[in-house]
């Protein structure tokens, strides 16, 4: 989105000065954050609002995924094929393995730390744990990567879900995984082809993530395992106890995946496989859009709650010197916002009943801030905090409009063409052709006119070939029979 960054930088007070500095959209709306909706903001206590000020990190990290399911569903080894590597603190296996936080970083060197040693630091964009006790702090890790996909996108990886049978955590662990939900541009759950149900304890959590359904993402792992008709029973198993789970929601798309280096076992699978990694793939792409809508989103939402909490003090106003002089008890505070005061602003200011204070926290409130004299608003930040979400905000969607049709304009790759059989020696003498395989061999100067799979298989796999051809060329290494002449690979090339 750089190169989409085209606010210009203004004074506060909305003068132009003549001299405006292009910025990216994520640093325009950072200074619009800053300039007018934080000084109404610092006014007000945080207790009050339920939430800490938006940092500068925040604004400026990487859209976030986080990866949800039941124990050896495939989150740590999915994470390990985005990556192309393992990352510290990554075990796998058929038991409940992991179990700590993993938050995947960007980083120039490969380090692991403990959340509760960056947890005050302010490039650390996840602020929000500071909530959770020492107990919990010590099963989050951050991981730092200098991997590639990292500088664009920050991965979570979770602890599996534990059956009701086994020993539950010693830490929140729905409170952590909720929060890392809340805060993640996209939620992917994934499930077992070979055990297709939603299990009691899954289903508990994707209950608590009924606010952040628009971001889930389902995914059926390790379709290699099944067959045709053991994939239709999964996705049927599966849609069954979405349905029960959100019954008044559409029904969502599910896609299919299978994630490990082994070769796959059920080749029937392999266009649906294909198409799903390519759409699954271009979803993950597409969140580094996504995170601005969802930032503009967060900032207007946390910007509502200010509005009407300041709007909530300024009716009240009044009331103190009736406060002051003992006329007006605490009790009879309440019972006027409740009944009074609450119902003209969501009349008088076209508030959302949602944005206001609980009446008992703001009468609290209140009564302190008449005693101390310390105003809990002021007019001129009122007046920028208005012109935000009247004007500013709409700058914004305008932008992300436009830049929307221009993002969102991407050709696909070309899916594979039709084969009639799954394999055959003449794909290979075409694909041999076409990527010149032959030069390669020399250049990689074989021994005894034979290679190490490990020399060949990167140039196979990058000649963009089909996943039969890729899985037949792996069952050759398999035994040994990849050699730089096959018989049956001279006998349909001969040139070659």
């Not at 945080?46 to 949800?68: M, N, T």
């Not at 390519?278 to 993950?284: D, F, G």
């Not at 106003?317 to 605490?330: P, V």
Request: proline share 6%; aromatic share 10%.
């Amino acid at each position: 989105m750089r190169g989409h960054g085209i606010l210009a930088k203004k004074a506060a007070d909305g003068k132009n000065t003549g001299t405006g500095t292009v910025l990216s959209f994520s640093a325009a709306l950072r200074l619009f954050y800053v300039s007018k909706v934080l000084p109404s903001e610092q006014l007000l206590p945080e207790r009050l609002l339920g939430e800490q000020a938006l940092i500068e990190s925040e604004f400026s990290c990487p859209p976030c995924v986080l990866l949800v399911g039941d124990y050896s569903v495939g989150k740590t080894t999915m994470l390990r094929h985005l990556l192309k590597t393992d990352y510290a603190g990554a075990r796998i296996g058929e038991g409940p393995t992991t179990d700590a936080f993993s938050i995947l970083m960007y980083g120039e060197e490969h380090r692991q730390f403990s959340v509760a040693s960056m947890i005050n630091d302010e490039q650390f964009p996840y602020q929000g744990l500071q909530c959770f006790d020492y107990a919990t702090l010590k099963r989050c890790f951050v991981v730092l990567m200098p991997s590639m996909l990292l500088r664009h996108v920050t991965l979570v990886d979770s602890p599996g879900i534990l059956p009701k049978s086994e020993p539950q955590r010693d830490y929140d662990y729905e409170s952590v995984i909720c929060y890392f939900a809340s805060r993640a541009d996209s939620v992917w759950l994934l499930y077992d082809a070979r055990k297709p149900f939603v299990s009691e304890q899954l289903a508990k959590i994707m209950s608590k993530f009924q606010p952040f359904q628009s971001k889930l993402t389902h995914i059926i792992n390790k379709v290699d395992s099944c067959n045709a008709g053991e994939l239709n029973h999964a996705f049927n198993n599966i849609l069954t106890s979405l349905a029960r789970i959100y019954p008044a929601n559409e029904v969502p798309h599910i896609y299919v995946g299978s994630f490990w280096t082994k070769p796959m076992r059920n080749p029937v699978n392999y266009e649906i496989l294909e198409r799903d990694m390519r759409l699954l793939y271009r979803h993950l792409r597409y969140l580094t859009f996504t995170v601005h809508i969802r930032r503009l989103d967060e900032v207007t939402r946390h910007a509502s709650r200010i509005r009407a909490t300041a709007l909530a003090a300024k009716e009240s106003q009044h009331l103190k010197l009736l406060f002051r002089l003992n006329i007006l008890k605490r009790p009879s505070l309440k019972k006027r916002l409740d009944k009074i005061i609450y119902p003209l602003i969501v009349k008088k200011y076209y508030v959302n009943p949602s944005d206001l204070p609980t009446s008992r926290s703001m009468t609290h409130c209140l009564c302190r801030r008449f005693q101390s004299g310390k105003p809990l608003y002021t007019p001129s930040a009122l007046n920028l905090l208005e012109d935000f979400l009247k004007n500013d905000v709409h700058r914004f969607l305008d932008i992300l409009s436009s830049c929307m049709s221009l993002y969102m304009y991407q050709p696909e790759p070309k899916p594979p063409k039709p084969q009639t059989s799954l394999f055959t020696w003449q794909q290979v003498a075409e694909t041999a052709s076409r990527c010149r395989w032959r030069e390669v061999f020399k250049r990689l100067s074989p021994s005894q006119d034979k290679l190490d799979v490990k020399q060949v298989m990167p140039h196979i796999e990058r000649g963009n070939i089909s996943k039969a051809m890729l899985e037949r060329a792996w069952r050759l290494s398999c035994r040994r029979q990849l050699q730089s002449r096959p018989a049956q690979f001279r006998k349909c090339s001969p040139k070659i």
